[in-house]
């Protein structure tokens, strides 16, 4: 059973991201990051995927 309830904590877990244009911080989830979903940020408004952001 722990086996399954660490696979769910991976799935479902927040992950803070910073929008290359505005440099404003968010929470997504880490299953958009890893589908790399298409982003926007809530403050200005800046389309992004995080594969074709310079990050470390």
Excluded: W
Aim: aromatic residues 4%; positive net charge; contains cysteine.
């Amino acid at each position: 059973m722990s086996y399954l309830r660490g696979i769910k904590s991976l799935i479902s877990r927040t992950v803070s991201v910073s929008c290359p244009h505005c440099s404003r911080s968010t929470q997504q989830s880490s299953a958009k990051l890893r589908k790399d979903s298409v982003l926007v940020c809530p403050c200005c408004g800046t389309l992004f995927k995080i594969s074709e952001c310079n990050h470390i």
